[in-house]
């Protein structure tokens, strides 16, 4: 069962609320993040990587990188045009190889996108020539560590295992003396990953069940504290997809809009799997509330399991429905926010 398939999503309702959070610009502690996505195969990924700019904007990330873990062009070149949007080019990008294989498991709105024509010329802009020359993203991975303080780097990975599963087997180069696993547990502090399933009825989660092998080696060698973001806690917070239609009449193209607009028929509203465990990364708040300390496995079919141990260093969210609405809100109120760079226009 993957997240593609949840086709009944689109009959649940959203009410809206009054959202408690803001996003406070004065906090001068930014987080140092690395944002690892299978951009293309589910909308919440266009919408997390337009919070993260938000968070960027209201000086509460430093962004060092972006890494794709889908196998597609089309991935690392819509995140491409997003950086270019918002007026963020310099940050690099990394893409997977040797990536499992997600094409044709759902509508790639990242292709539809960035294939938009106006007047005979791409509707997006774009910064990079060639997404495909691309570097290798856990040789990214390894240059931008090297460059960060110890125990400073918080990655968010909200698709496939691939990239950081690949991390841990990178040996010592011209950026860092240390091989992929002693580089992790010198330079993260957190991975938090959309990924498992721990309720009443697990599942074999997406992100998990399409490349096991990748995501047990995650679970049970990276060396740092990790942070699971379940199914169950993303299909309780819709986002609403009247925000999608009623918060964005900017008078500019929003690649994200068109993303949101081109991945299912409108209207619709689609879980928040990926940004729940952006935000916790960012936020690391009492908005969600964590399991106790414990050791998280992946079995031969791709279900997760997890079993408490005071010494362990996993845990998993969960939210109740009060919770559930108040992150809802928060979602909305963040992610309609004009650019400052379209303030003006």
Known sequence: MIKILMSALLLFGCSSKESKKTVDSSNDSKVKL????????????ALALDMIYKYVEADKVDLLGVMSNK??????EFIDVMATWYGHADIPIGIVKNGADSEGDAVNYAQKVCELEEDGQPLFKRTLTNHESLPAAPLLYRELLSQQPDSSVVIVSVGFSTNIAQLLDTQADKHSPLNGKDLVAKKVKMLSVMAGSFG???????NVAKYIDAARKVFEEWPTKIVASPFELGITILYPGSSITEDFNWGVKHPMVEAYKAYLPMPYDRPTWDLTSLMYAVENDDSFNESAPGKITVDDEGYTHF????????????VTDQQAEEIKAYFVDLIKRRPIKYKSE
């Open 34 to 45: 690395i944002f690892e996505t299978d951009m293309g195969n589910d909308i919440d990924d």
């Open 71 to 76: 196998n597609s062009p089309f991935s690392a």
């Open 200 to 206: 009443e009825n697990p599942l074999t989660e997406y």
């Open 307 to 318: 079993d408490e141990d005071s010494k362990g260093k996993h845990i998993f969210l969960s």
